[in-house]
């Protein structure tokens, strides 16, 4: 299975700041064949099911605040989210689906001050 | 507007058996790739099985041989059958949609239905 490491494990970020939590895969997620990444960003509130924020890896999802942001390739990804508010506390998870066996990161906690 | 709802889950004891389910509506089921994903308590998310749309299934390791999933297409309903439950097996689980055909992310999530499984 592709093993999904995020870090860090937990941040504090003031409000109106930028935060960055970064995804590694333990193999490229890139298919060479259509140049896609198979990586999305999900956040999840507690008591919520997770929500799709970014799919291929930079693609923003309908009614996604554009403050939030993905990027890399291959094995190395990024989430960014700029000015941050006070809702985007939350747990933020990356997930593969280059592989028929599905893999998310551990979690990245994200609390605002 | 597509809503996913999971039913079934409840206190089982170890050994036992439970089926979840998750009505769709809003588009059909049998038409996409579905999963169900679960998250143990205060813990991160866990893909858990998969059904294709040509009816292929498939599982990840740790409920291989104990999970079934399927679905009724007369029902536009998602199951998952649990055999040989453990305590590990303890977690809320969610039906998935992927947005696409083809290994693709997951766009549309149930609100889960918790699965205890304790003596």
């Known amino acids: 299975d592709i093993v999904m490491t995020q870090s860090p494990d937990s941040l504090t970020v003031s409000l109106g700041e930028r935060a960055t939590i970064n995804c590694k895969s333990s193999?490229?997620?890139?298919?060479?064949?259509?140049?896609?990444?198979?990586l999305a960003w999900y956040q999840q509130k507690p008591g919520q099911p997770p929500r799709l924020l970014i799919s291929?890896?930079?693609t923003r999802e309908s009614g996604v605040p554009d403050r939030f942001s993905g990027s890399g390739s291959g094995t190395d990804f990024t989430l960014t989210i700029n000015s941050l508010q006070a809702e985007d506390a939350a747990v933020y998870y990356c997930q593969q689906y280059y592989s028929s066996s599905y893999t998310f990161g551990q979690g990245t906690k994200l609390e605002i001050k | 507007e597509v809503q996913l709802v999971e039913t079934g889950g409840g206190l089982i004891q170890p050994g036992g058996s439970l089926r979840l389910s998750c009505a769709a509506s809003g588009f059909t089921v049998s038409s996409k790739y579905m999963s169900w994903v679960r998250q143990a308590p205060g813990k991160g998310l866990e893909w858990v099985s998969i059904?294709?749309?040509?009816?292929?299934?498939y599982y990840a390791d740790s409920v291989q041989g104990r999970f079934t999933i399927s679905r009724d297409n007369s029902k536009n309903t998602l199951y998952l059958q649990m055999n040989g439950l453990r305590a590990d097996d303890t977690a809320v689980y969610y039906c998935?949609?992927?947005?696409?055909?083809?290994?693709?992310?997951?766009?549309?999530w149930g609100q889960g239905t918790l699965v205890t499984v304790s003596s």
């Open positions: 998935a949609r992927e947005a696409d055909l083809g290994y693709s992310h997951f766009d549309y």
């Open positions: 291929w890896a930079s």
């Open positions: 059904i294709y749309s040509s009816g292929s299934t």
């Open positions: 193999q490229s997620v890139l298919y060479s064949s259509n140049n896609k990444n198979y």
